[in-house]
């Protein structure tokens, strides 16, 4: 499985378990804060992908980046991935 679709998985675990609504169809544009995920729902991401994937790439960089869409969400844990 590729990281896209294992973060689109944890993404609507973690919709079910927050109590949220996502929209139908998140791709790279989507506006993480459109995405029907709350604040609370993309922490518990980061901690459900965390324990899947063995990575917080947020605690890891020198400057904070708070990525705007879903594909620069992507993007940071694909980057912190390859090493």
Known sequence: M????????SLSQVALLAN???IADINN???LLQSGLDSLGFAMLVAQLEEDLGI???SQ???AVYPRTFGEFVGIYQQALKG
């Not at 590729?2 to 998985?9: A, H, L, M, P, V």
């Open 20 to 22: 949220c609504q996502l």
């Open 56 to 58: 917080d790439p947020f």
């Open 2 to 9: 590729n990281i896209e679709q294992q973060i689109k998985d």
């Open 29 to 31: 544009d989507t506006v």
């Open 61 to 63: 960089m020198q400057i």
